[in-house]
T-cell receptor
């Protein structure tokens, strides 16, 4: 059974810092990995989708990398802003075709 | 192109009542997934449906919970005889052709927050 772990569970940083959020998974036989953002009381917004054949994806200040063999993905946020404050979730799609989610990293970026 | 639409956004029920949560997938999407989120916990898979078919319901409690996705209309998650432990946010997600090895982007609705008194 796939298990997804996100570290750290919470993070508080001053504005402008570069951040790394981690996602690890136990079964490396995955098809893709998707990063989401969730604001309080809201749904999930897709940030980046990395297929298993890819090593990384970039969108603006966000860069996600995938290392299947070690069961890890990182989400890099450059020059963080207060508007980046949210919970970041990763979801792994494996052979069951049902995405498995981590518990998320709660990020606060203070001015 | 509207996103995934869920209603109601908030629902309050007393113990023993029924709760019905609706989800209209994105236009052109025929696959729906339901997840439950409890405070301080991650998203837990409940059920995966295509039109008129339940593909995987391994995450759904055997009693009181049911789901459908009819040929016409939204997907419905139904909880009978609700208990306080059913209080949670229920999220629906859709994808165009199901999640495969070559595609797999999932789009979420804003969720329905159920409170059981």
């Amino acid at each position: 059974k796939q298990e997804v772990t996100q570290i750290p569970a919470a993070l508080s940083v001053p504005e402008g810092e570069n951040l790394v959020l981690n996602c690890s998974f136990t079964d490396s036989a995955i098809y893709n990995l998707q990063w989401f953002r969730q604001d309080p009381g809201k749904g999930l917004t897709s940030l980046l989708l990395i297929q298993s054949s890819q090593r990384e994806q970039t969108s603006g200040r966000l860069n996600a990398s995938l290392d299947k063999s070690s069961g890890r993905s990182t989400l890099y946020i450059a020059a963080s802003q207060p508007g980046d404050s949210a919970t970041y979730l990763c979801a792994v799609l494996g052979g069951s075709y049902i995405p498995t989610f981590g518990r998320g990293t709660s990020l606060i970026v203070h001015p | 192109n509207a996103g995934v639409m869920q209603n109601p956004r908030h629902l309050v029920r007393r113990r023993g009542q029924e709760a019905r949560l609706r989800c209209s997938p994105m236009k052109g999407h025929s696959h729906v997934y339901w997840y439950r989120q409890l405070p301080e916990e991650g998203l837990k898979f409940m059920v995966y449906l295509q039109k008129e078919n339940i593909i995987d319901e391994s995450g759904m409690p055997k009693e009181r919970f049911s789901a459908e996705f009819p040929k016409e209309g939204p997907s419905i998650l139904r909880i009978q005889q609700v208990v306080r432990g059913d209080s949670a946010a229920y999220f629906c997600a859709s994808s165009p052709n199901g999640l495969t090895a070559n595609t797999g982007e999932l789009f979420f609705g804003e969720g329905s927050r159920l409170t059981v008194l």
